[in-house]
């Protein structure tokens, strides 16, 4: 198995653009994790799916962000409109029914 | 407050020292716990998951929970420069099963 897939690996773009970040899940995970990392911060659970149904999303800063799974094997989180705090690393992570996740290789994200 | 502290270092040590990482946590409803790896650059991969109390121990490592002092551990021994890693422990509850709440992480270095 390739494990999970985020692309881009890296995104500049300036504030106020829109960006797009993707993620395909491990195949026959029911559960997928979108996570913000920074320094700061550390590792933040911004949204999770079951099944492609949103399961929690109250880390999520609403106004700017969304993030949808429009099948079992595709998701993508939204930055719209992007902001220089955005600036982090964004983890995918998938998982069955059990308490083991497995992490993508992240999106490194500026915003200038 | 964080609901989980985590010195985040970093830790210097020499190569076949003993390596003792810990994390406090203040939410007495956890009930599993685990530590993941991060090597820079890269996404997490758990390395040791415990649930509830005591000790756990696979190769050269070895987690130990103490519930009581809301206090777990993560033990290296021989440790390697091939360890030079961020070590994050992570926690989640019976009821939100598939959410986790992450320290933000310890860097350690194994010098040759």
């Known amino acids: 198995d390739a494990g999970v897939i985020q692309s881009p690996r890296h995104e500049v773009t300036e504030m106020g653009q829109e960006v797009t970040l993707r993620c395909k899940p491990i195949s026959g995970h029911d559960y997928l994790f979108w996570y913000r990392q920074t320094m700061m911060q550390g590792l933040e659970l911004l949204v999770y799916f079951n099944n492609k149904a949103v399961m929690d999303d109250s880390g999520m800063p609403k106004d700017r962000f969304s993030a949808k799974m429009p099948n079992a094997s595709f998701s993508t989180l939204k930055i719209q409109p992007s902001e220089p705090r955005d600036s982090a690393v964004y983890f995918c992570?998938?998982?069955?029914?059990?308490?083991?996740?497995?992490f993508g290789p992240g999106t490194r994200l500026t915003v200038l | 407050q964080k609901e989980v502290e985590q010195d985040p270092g970093p830790l210097s040590v020499p190569e076949g020292a003993i390596v003792s990482l810990n994390c406090t946590y203040s939410?007495?409803?956890?009930?599993?716990f685990m530590w993941y790896r991060q090597y820079s650059r890269k996404g997490p991969e758990l390395l040791m998951y415990?649930?509830?109390?005591g000790n756990k121990e696979d190769g050269r490592f070895t987690a130990q929970v103490d519930k009581s002092s809301k206090y777990i551990s993560l033990f290296i021994r021989d440790s390697q420069p091939s360890d030079s890693a961020t070590y994050l422990c992570a926690m989640t509850s019976s009821t939100g099963f598939q959410k986790l709440v992450f320290g933000t992480g310890t860097r350690l270095l194994v010098s040759p």
């Open positions: 939410n007495s409803a956890f009930q599993y």
């Open positions: 415990t649930y509830s109390s």
């Open positions: 992570a998938s998982s069955r029914l059990v308490n083991e996740q497995f």
